[in-house]
């Protein structure tokens, strides 16, 4: 009963809230936010008893465009032209411990991912702004690291844009990339 009553009053309380202010809720975004962590499903892991057999090393949060019949690369994705490695926020990365990427060891925080994409490779950045929409304010300056990273072509079009990491060794993971018939790693390592 006392479950009941709260539930109650929380919908009543939204009820009010949204006739107060007079707005109605916006529209589902087109390319919906999304996030992967490694370990897979760390979250999930942690709430059970024995199963997170691994430390906490990313997250990445990120918007999932869709193909819808267009022409990803080459024309919604502009060879050599600075994108945000998604839609609408830039993603964002956020490592958990000193990580190695091109050779390079980029410190435990939060940063923006933005890629430079080719038929051939995408230059992939990690860049200290963060909290930015889209790749307009994109500032070289704050580059931490660039690495190349082979395309290659899958046999199965991926019709949302997808991001997931995969372990490789137990020092080294790839985050994939995935979307239309592309596929790009991006190793990193501790």
């Given at each position: 009963m006392k479950l009941l009553s709260m539930i109650l009053l929380?919908?009543?309380?939204?009820?009010?809230a949204t006739a107060q202010n007079g707005s109605k809720l916006p529209p589902l975004d087109k390319s919906p936010m999304d996030m992967s962590y490694y370990p897979v499903n760390y979250p999930v892991l942690r709430i059970?008893?024995?199963?997170?057999?691994?430390?906490?090393?990313?997250?990445?949060?990120?918007?999932?465009?869709?193909?819808?019949?267009?022409?990803?690369?080459?024309?919604l994705v502009e060879d050599g032209k600075i994108w945000r490695l998604g839609a609408n926020e830039a993603t964002e990365i956020e490592f958990y411990r000193d990580v190695k990427i091109g050779g390079k060891t980029v410190k435990k925080g939060r940063y923006t991912m933005y890629a430079l994409e080719s038929a051939a490779k995408w230059t992939i950045?990690?860049?200290?702004?963060?909290?930015?929409?889209?790749?307009?304010?994109?500032?070289?300056?704050?580059?931490?690291?660039?690495?190349?990273?082979?395309?290659?072509?899958?046999?199965?079009?991926?019709?949302?844009?997808?991001?997931?990491?995969?372990?490789?060794?137990?020092?080294?993971?790839?985050?994939?990339?995935?979307?239309?018939e592309v596929m790009v790693k991006m190793p990193i390592s501790w």
């Open positions: 929380f919908v009543a309380f939204g009820f009010t059970q008893p024995n199963k997170v057999t691994e430390p906490l090393i990313a997250r990445v949060i990120y918007s999932r465009p869709s193909k819808s019949g267009r022409k990803v690369f080459g024309e950045i990690i860049n200290k702004d963060t909290d930015v929409w889209g790749a307009f304010k994109y500032d070289a300056n704050k580059d931490v690291v660039r690495v190349d990273c082979p395309v290659t072509k899958t046999a199965d079009v991926t019709e949302s844009f997808t991001m997931l990491f995969e372990k490789v060794t137990d020092k080294s993971i790839n985050l994939i990339m995935d979307w239309d």
